[in-house]
T-cell receptor, first 112, second 115 residues
Framework: NAGVTQTPKFRVLKTGQSMTLLCAQDMNHEYMYWYRQDPGMGLRLIHY???????AKGEVPDGYNVSRLKKQNFLLGLESAAPSQTSVYFC???????????FGQGTRLTVV | AQKITQTQPGMFVQEKEAVTLDCTYDTSDQSYGLFWYKQPSSGEMIFLIY??????QNATEGRYSLNFQKARKSANLVISASQLGDSAMYFCAMRVPRGNNRLAFGKGNQVVVIP
């Protein structure tokens, strides 16, 4: 049982480049989340999804887009990367109320 | 909006002693869930314990217990008999179903266990 898998694990981008982070879960979870983690800031919610075909903005959505075309996948896109988007990105999924969120292993992104 | 506050500075704890990590939260909803996660230096997020807002008993999971004081909006984590492997960042989180099950995190508490 793979749980939550993020790809890639590491990436270096040049300013202005685009990329997509993939999150895949095999637990049939409805809810999926994308966070960024920066030193001293904890985990901040970027976007989330309450089901296939739905997305919503979190605390820090600017500069990111997401899609949930299939229930098991949640994609995070950066259209034009900026150095301020250098961070560790985590994906998580959950059934919903009363159940814990399961996390991917994280993606370390550096924008130079 | 949900808000989680963890304000303790980094903590040093003697091995085998207990440590309490503070967490306060703010929500106007009556139904919510509280979680604690551990993040060791390797970076993965590890679920520790869950407390529902309607649960009357404090949650316990092995050496972890959650001191839930609803009126004070407090959900402190107690780790008993600390071990060297408990050295990590610890995050408190809250999810509110009425808020589309958004899962919000505090900024974390750093714990270092010393032998």
């Amino acid at each position: 049982n793979a749980g939550v898998t993020q790809t890639p694990k590491f990436r270096v981008l040049k300013t202005g480049q685009s990329m997509t982070l993939l999150c895949a879960q095999d637990m049939n979870h409805e809810y999926m989340y994308w966070y960024r983690q920066d030193p001293g800031m904890g985990l901040r919610l970027i976007h989330y999804s309450v089901g296939e075909g739905t997305t919503a903005k979190g605390e820090v959505p600017d500069g990111y887009n997401v899609s949930r075309l299939k229930k098991q996948n949640f994609l995070l896109g950066l259209e034009s990367a900026a150095p301020s988007q250098t961070s560790v990105y985590f994906c998580a999924s959950t059934y919903g109320q009363g159940s814990e969120a399961f996390f991917g292993q994280g993606t370390r992104l550096t924008v130079v | 909006a949900q808000k989680i506050t963890q304000t303790q500075p980094g903590m040093f704890v003697q091995e085998k002693e207990a440590v309490t990590l503070d967490c306060t939260y703010d929500t106007s909803d009556q139904s919510y869930g509280l979680f604690w996660y551990k993040q060791p230096s390797s970076g993965e997020m590890i679920f520790l314990i869950y407390q529902g807002s309607y649960d009357e008993q404090n949650a316990t999971e092995g050496r972890y217990s959650l001191n839930f004081q609803k009126a004070r909006k407090s959900a402190n984590l107690v780790i008993s008999a600390s071990q060297l492997g408990d050295s990590a960042m610890y995050f408190c989180a809250m999810r509110v179903p009425r808020g589309n099950n958004r899962l919000a995190f505090g900024k974390g508490n750093q714990v270092v266990v010393i032998p």
